[in-house]
């Protein structure tokens, strides 16, 4: 036993007075691999800022890290040894290249397996790449019209490979670490030069300040039909009114892919009814047909107005949804009669959509539609109520005021926003009464909800 204890206590001794020689034997290599590199590049010696930290008894300042910087092809690339990991710091360098400006906004690319536990567990808002592999490995963070932007094809191939390997993008870096790379000379060079072209595929262009450029390549060519389909969506929400997006849609209403030609088909439905009224000849889907008939109602009326008067007797609800939709924007005199005459024998969503479109085809005083849509508010409520008050605010006489009232109180159902909506059209119905005697119609203030109808004629008065 004392043997054995002999034999580890030598060891230990030994173990002890090798580091210091193994620790100048490494500085010893990385010298010499640093002046190999400086062979190629100017190398600037740096040092981390100092940070304060808080000891047992007083707070005290930990002494900053040394690492080092070179230039190439105008990026900035920092060469910082030993800072991956602290069981083995002497064996990874850690080579991070600024991107430069124009990324978009908290950009973050790093495979699932890197993400931290926080990460994982509070994972905020989803954003994504619509690529289903491409997201299915990596954990991105950043504005999503700004990344769907970026992220174009060329640039996903380019990340996917970096991932693989252990790299990863953060703040605006690309950051990948090296096993022994600072000991090699060579090997350093080497690991710059690839970390660098991969920087060259990920960093903006220095003239490209919008993310239209972007939006428009990537919904005009990317080989995956759902990331077009993003891009595209996102351009058109944000930046519809652009000459970009004009360009780009007037070319892909020829596209070969039918999703693609109706979302451009939708957005600029003006110039667009052959391919719009195409989709309701095939075989489509319901839904896609459903969101065709929707784009009718931004058409020329006399391109579409046979089709969608046809549609307002489809046996498809979704369809006949979307038609009445259609008939109210393109404003068709020929619907209201048919659209009328169903309005009493439906209720929910349907009696809702033909509220909003038949207000849009009639006239103030409509006395007809107003007593359909005053006898649609009921307790218990058929449908919704914000669409009828909306109808009666634009349509409405006095005697709509005491149901709005009603309304106003929560009588029928319906939001905030509905009751405010029922407050909104009184004060619109009052302001038309212009041509009532004083006398005839008086409407309590409705700063509260409590607010009263008096109606009283002349007559009453002189009594």
């Known amino acids: 036993m004392i043997v054995v204890f002999k034999v580890f206590g030598y060891a230990l001794l030994g173990w002890i007075a090798y580091q210091p020689i193994k620790g100048l034997v490494r500085l010893i290599r990385r010298r010499k691999a640093l002046r190999a590199l400086g062979e190629h590049y100017t190398i600037e010696k740096r040092r981390v800022a100092s940070q304060q930290s808080l000891g047992l008894m007083a707070q005290r300042s930990r002494r900053g890290l040394n690492f080092y910087r070179v230039e190439v092809d105008g990026f900035r690339v920092d060469i910082l040894p030993g800072l991956r990991t ?42 994504g790449s619509a690529d289903s592999e491409f997201d299915r490995v990596h954990s991105l963070k950043g504005d999503q019209p700004e990344l769907s932007s970026y992220l174009s094809e060329t640039r996903r191939r380019a990340l996917s490979a970096l991932t693989r390997l252990g790299g990863f993008v953060k703040e605006g870096r690309l950051i990948h670490s090296y096993k022994h790379a600072i000991f090699d000379g060579d090997r350093l060079q080497k690991a710059i030069v690839e ?34 389909l993003q891009n595209l969506r996102y351009l058109y929400q944000y930046y519809g009114e652009s000459t970009e997006a004009s360009d780009l849609t007037n070319r892909l209403l020829n596209d070969p892919d039918s999703e693609i030609r109706l979302e451009a088909a939708c957005h600029q439905p003006a110039g667009a009814e052959d ?14 047909r459903a969101r065709a008939v929707r784009g009718l109602g931004g058409c020329m009326p006399d391109k579409v107005r046979d089709k969608v008067l046809e549609l307002l007797s489809s046996t498809e609800p979704e369809l006949r949804l979307a038609s009445i939709h259609a008939a109210g924007s393109l404003k068709l005199n020929e619907a209201y009669e048919p659209m009328m005459s169903r309005f009493r024998a439906t209720e929910g969503e349907e009696r809702e959509h033909l509220a909003t479109a038949l207000t849009s085809l009639a006239q103030t005083g409509d006395e007809s539609l107003e007593e359909r849509l005053l006898d649609t508010l009921r307790d218990p409520p058929i449908c919704a109520p914000g669409p009828i008050i909306h109808g009666l605010a634009a349509i409405g006489t006095v005697k709509a005021v005491e149901k709005l009232l009603k309304a106003l109180a929560g009588a029928y159902g319906g939001s905030r926003h509905d009751r405010h909506a029922a407050k909104e059209a009184i004060m619109e119905i009052q302001g038309r009464a212009t041509g009532a005697a004083a006398g005839q119609l008086s409407l309590a203030e409705l700063e509260d909800m409590d607010g009263a109808l008096s109606l009283q004629t002349i007559d009453d008065e002189d009594e």
């Open 86 to 127: 602290m069981t083995y710091p002497w064996t990874w360098t850690t080579l991070s290249v600024d991107l430069g400006y124009g990324l978009p906004s908290n950009l973050s690319v790093q495979p699932h397996e890197q993400a931290s536990l926080i990460q994982h567990l509070l994972p905020g808002q989803r954003v």
């Open 195 to 228: 970390l660098v072209s991969t920087a060259r595929v990920l960093a903006v262009p220095s003239g490209e300040t919008s993310p239209i450029p972007g939006l428009t390549a990537n919904a005009g060519s990317d080989d995956i039909v759902s990331v077009r």
């Open 275 to 288: 391919v719009l009224l195409e989709f309701l000849q095939g075989d489509e889907d319901l839904s896609v």
